[in-house]
Nanobody
Framework: QVQMVESGGGSVQAGGSLRLSCVASGVMYRSYCMGWFRQAPGKEREGVANIFNRGGMPYYADSVEGRFTLALDNAKESLYLQMDSLEPEDSAVYYC??????????????????WGQGTQVTVSS
C-alpha cells in the first residue's frame, strides 16, 4: 500500500524560502520515480522536479532550475523540495507523486500512479 503525505507549505514573501516534505510509505523498497508537481488556480498540473529513488540526478522544470532543490532520504522514506528565491508565480498547491520505474527525464502527470493530497504554497509580492 503506497501512501504519500506532504507537509511544509505556507505563506511567504517574494524572495523567501520554504521546504516541502513528503513521507512516501511503501515506495522506498522498490524502484520508483519520485516527483513534485504543482497546480495553480485555472492552470494545468505541471511537473516541478523528479528523481529516481535508486540513484541518479534530479530533473527540474526550467521555471525552477537553480532555485529549487530536490532531495531524497530513503531511510526516512521522505522526499524534500527546498524552494529558494520564491516568486509570486510559484504560488500553487504542491503535490508529491510516485511512478513505478526509472525517470531519466521530467515525467508527465499521466505517468504517475500515486499522489499525495497536496500542500498550499502562497508567495506574496
Amino acid at each position: 500500500q503506497v501512501q504519500m503525505v506532504e507537509s511544509g507549505g505556507g505563506s511567504v514573501q517574494a524572495g523567501g524560502s520554504l521546504r516541502l516534505s513528503c513521507v512516501a510509505s511503501g515506495v522506498m523498497y522498490r524502484s520508483y520515480c519520485m516527483g513534485w508537481f504543482r497546480q495553480a488556480p485555472g492552470k494545468e498540473r505541471e511537473g516541478v522536479a523528479n528523481i529516481f529513488n535508486r540513484g541518479g540526478m534530479p530533473y527540474y522544470a526550467d521555471s525552477v532550475e537553480g532555485r529549487f532543490t530536490l532531495a531524497l532520504d530513503n531511510a526516512k522514506e521522505s522526499l524534500y523540495l527546498q524552494m529558494d528565491s520564491l516568486e509570486p508565480e510559484d504560488s500553487a498547491v504542491y503535490y508529491c507523486a510516485a511512478a513505478a520505474g526509472i525517470c531519466g527525464r521530467l515525467l508527465r502527470v499521466s505517468e504517475y500512479a500515486y499522489w499525495g493530497q497536496g500542500t498550499q504554497v502562497t508567495v506574496s509580492s
